[in-house]
């Protein structure tokens, strides 16, 4: 079984910067990719950033060169450096790795705050 942890979330005031972090543990075999995904209240999952195996990137249309996904080279941990964070970012960020058979796993979450 994969099990995603994230840190690093928290609360920040508005332009401020997070960096959150997700560590995989378990079989990790056949990663697609790894990717972000965020959820405020009242509003639905939505993508936020992707990388795959061979560092090409994705991010959704509201990112706008703010935020920067990474990974390590063992494809067991991925980043998320996110600046100039403003109040609509605030939400629960989640891990996401997609493998082969249309087979996913998440992270519980963890919170970002911005405040204005």
């Known amino acids: 079984q994969v099990q995603l942890v994230e840190s690093g979330g928290g609360m920040v005031q508005n332009g401020g910067s997070l960096r959150l972090s997700c560590t995989a543990s378990?079989?990790?075999?056949?990663?697609?990719?790894m990717a972000w995904y965020r959820q405020a209240p009242g509003n639905e999952r939505e993508f936020v950033a992707g990388i795959y195996p061979n560092g090409n990137t994705k991010y959704g249309d509201f990112v706008k060169g703010r935020f920067t996904i990474s990974k390590d080279i063992t494809m067991t941990k991925e980043y998320l450096q996110m600046n100039s964070l403003n109040p609509e970012d605030t939400a629960v960020y989640y891990c996401n790795f997609k493998f082969a058979g249309q087979r996913e796993v998440w992270g519980q979450g963890t919170q970002v705050t911005v405040s204005a």
């Open positions: 378990g079989r990790i075999v056949g990663v697609l990719a």
